[in-house]
C-alpha cells in the first residue's frame, strides 16, 4: 500500500514562541547595529539576547579566535590548554571574592546543571530554592530549576521539576517595597528552608538582578540578608550571573553590586560576547578540592573549548577598554530617558540597573494578562516590539509578555541609547494610543 508522503516543511524553529511578529533576518553586524538580508539597519538594543556585550563585529575578539584557530582549533576538555588556563586566571582576577577555580562548559543552561551536581554533592542535600518567573534554562534539569512557567511545563509531566522547590517573585507576591520588600522575602526564605529542613537544602540559586523575568533588582538589603540567612543554615548560594555577569550592570559581576560573596557563580553569554558558546561555573578553593577529589564526572567534549576562551580573552580584554566605565558612566541617563516613558499612561513601571532595563504596560489600572496564562486575552504587549522593529530598534519581549526589556551592547554611547528610547516612545504610542501629555 502506497503511503502519502508530506513534503518535509524546512525550517528554523525559533528558540520559543515569542510575540513578536516576525523578526528580520540578521546577516550583518557592527558596534551597536545590525544588518537583515533586505539591507536594513537596526540598532540592536537588546544585544540579541542581552549577550552580545562588546557590540557587534570587535576586531579584537574575532582576531583572537583567528589567533586560535591558527595554533589548535580544539583540545580535550579532560586535558589542559593554554588558552583554557590564561582564561580561568583572568576570570579569577575578575570574579568576587574568593571564587577562584573554573569548571568549564558550553551554556548558562548546563553551567546552572553543573552548579547544581556540585552543591549536591559538596553539601549532601538535594533541593534548590530558585523562583518563580525565574529563568536558569531550558535543558531538563535547568529548566527544572527555571521557575517561568513556560519553560517548566512542558518538563512537568515527567517529574522535570521533582528537585526544585520555588520561591515567590520579587516584587510580585509580597505587597511591599524597599526595605519591608527585604524583610519579607528574606523572611520568608528563612521559613521555607526551615520548613524543607535545612539539611535538604543544598543550596539557593538565585538571578542578581532578574532577568527575563522583567530586569527586577532586588530591594535594597535583600542579598545582604539571604548571605546571612544562608551562612545560618550551610545553604550554598548560588549567583546566576548568565545575564548580569561581564559588565551588563555596571561591575563585572551583578552580585557585586549588591556588595556580598556567592559560594559559587554561574556565567555564559557575555563570557565570550557570544562570539563563541561558552559558560562555566566559579567556586572557591573548598568545593574546587571536593570536586576534584569527588569521584565523580562533569565532564562534556565542548567544555571549554579553546576557540571560545580565546573569544573569552578577548571579550575580557574589550571590558577592560571602558566599557564597564561606559556602562556606569551612562546608566542614570538611560534610566532617566526611560523614566520618561512613564509619561504614557500604558506604562506601569520602568527599573533596572546598569545596562539591563524592564517596562512593565498596564491596561488601564491592571496589568496586562500574559498570553501564556490567558491565550485569549487582550495583550498588546508584543506590539510594542514590532513596533520598535518598525523603527529599525530591536527590543526583547519579557517574560511574562507584559514587559519588554532593553539591554543593548555596553559599547552603546547616549546617542544609541536616546535613539532607541525615542522609537520605543513612538512604539508604545503606536501599541497603545499616545496619550495628551506625550503628544
Ligand atoms: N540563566 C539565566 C539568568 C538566563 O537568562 C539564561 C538564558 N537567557 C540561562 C540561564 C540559560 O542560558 P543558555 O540559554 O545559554 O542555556
Known sequence: MSQQRMEPASATLAH?????????????????YVTDDEGEEYL????????????HGNGEINAAIEEQLSKVAYVSSAKHNDTRDRLAD????????RLSNTFFSISGSEANEAAVQIAREYTGAPKVLTRYQSYHGGTYGAGSLTGDPSTRAALEPYGGTATGKFLPPLPEAFDAEGEELAEKAANHLEYVIRNEGHETVGAVLMEPVAGTSGAY?????????????CDEYDVLLIADEVITGFGRCGEWFGIQTEGIEPDMLTFAKGVTSAYAPLAGVLVGPEIAD???EGGYDLG???????LSCAAGLGAIDVY??????????NAAYFEDELRELEAHDAVADVRGRGFLWGITFRDGEE????????????????????????RNVLIGAGRPATQVICAPPLCAGREEISDGVDALDAAIGAAFGRNDENA
Do not use: K, M
Request: glycine share 10%; charged share 25%.
Open 290 to 292: 571536593n570536586v576534584r
Open 217 to 229: 533588582p532586588a530591594p535594597e538589603g535583600y542579598f545582604e540578608r539571604v548571605r546571612e540567612i
Open 300 to 306: 562534556q567534549t565542548f567544555g571549554g573549548h579553546p
Open 367 to 390: 496589568p496586562f494578562v500574559d498570553p501564556w496564562t490567558d491565550p485569549d486575552a487582550d495583550n498588546p504587549v508584543g506590539t510594542v516590539v514590532e513596533e520598535a522593529a518598525e
Open 44 to 55: 540592536d538594543f537588546i544585544a540579541q539576547l542581552y549577550c552580545v556585550n562588546a557590540g
Open 16 to 32: 520559543w514562541s515569542s510575540p513578536d511578529g516576525d523578526p528580520p533576518t540578521i546577516v550583518e553586524g557592527e558596534g551597536c
Open 320 to 329: 577592560r577598554d571602558g566599557l564597564l566605565e561606559n556602562v556606569r558612566e
Open 90 to 97: 583572568e576570570l579569577a582576577e575578575i570574579a568576587p571574592g
